[in-house]
């Protein structure tokens, strides 16, 4: 009798460390996460002990960003400081992600992963609306590469532009499922390359044609005090986020 009951015992126990053991998507966590890519939502599950996959999205609140800016009063006269013109600016982040990540685990038992993966999000990653330009800017425009930018009832629409696919490398600490916990908290560290930004807007070409087309800080004449050119430096955006997952089964 005796022996019977040590061996349901011994039975039972292998049984339940069987189950806590992480299986292939035989577990689900939501989870929400906030850092330097906004704020979002998640869904991870396990592949065996060293893998585990994650799915979500996550987006930048649109707060605008307004101010004002001098311009010629002629666009033909952009070397020059006479005639200024003062125009209304406003930039609305338009920053977002879908991403698919797989987290590696170097040791069973620990929360330390690796991680790869891919990150899809508009290319308009802040949109750029100028108000309040001159007449002159209505006919003429601002030439870009035989394209001429021109306003339209005195407003110029346009965007800071990044790749749509932007690949992920980084680390991290913690597991998003743990079938001894409810809810696991994690963190991850890493970057991920969004290609040259530049600044966009609709140009015509002699055809009448319209195309976006870049402008650079030459075709401003310097007047942007190498803001643009600063900005194309920047092709790797840093991720810095917390997460907050809850067991679903």
């Not at 299986?23 to 893998?51: D, M, Q, R, S, W």
Request: charged share 20%.
């Amino acid at each position: 009798m005796k022996k019977i009951l040590l061996l349901s015992v011994l039975f039972c126990l292998a049984v339940s460390a069987t189950a806590q053991e992480p299986g292939c998507f035989n577990h689900l966590a939501i989870g929400v996460k906030a850092g330097t890519a906004g704020v979002g939502a998640e869904l991870a599950a396990p592949i065996g002990p060293f893998f585990q996959v994650r799915a979500g999205y996550a987006m930048v609140p649109p707060i605008s960003i307004n101010r004002e800016v001098s311009v010629p009063e002629h666009p033909g006269n952009q070397g020059s400081d006479k005639g200024e013109w003062t125009v209304n600016a406003k930039a609305t982040p338009n920053l977002s992600n879908a991403e698919l990540l797989l987290d590696i685990f170097p040791m069973e038992h620990s929360g330390f992963h690796i991680t790869a993966g891919m990150m899809y999000g508009p290319k308009n990653a802040v949109k750029v609306h100028g108000s309040n330009f001159p007449d002159d800017y209505n006919i003429a425009g601002l030439n870009v590469d035989d394209y001429l930018v021109k306003a339209q009832n005195g407003n110029i629409d346009g965007y800071v532009g990044l790749d749509a696919l932007r690949p992920y490398l980084g680390v991290g600490f913690g597991r998003a499922v743990r079938t001894n916990r409810t809810v696991c908290v994690t963190c991850d560290l890493g970057a991920v390359y969004w290609g040259k930004p530049g600044l966009f807007a609709p140009g015509e070409d002699v055809f009448g044609d319209w195309e976006d087309v870049r402008i650079t800080s030459g075709a401003l004449n310097g007047r942007d005090e190498g803001l643009i050119d600063k900005a194309e430096k920047l092709v790797v955006y840093p991720m810095i986020n917390v997460h907050v997952f809850f067991n679903l089964f």
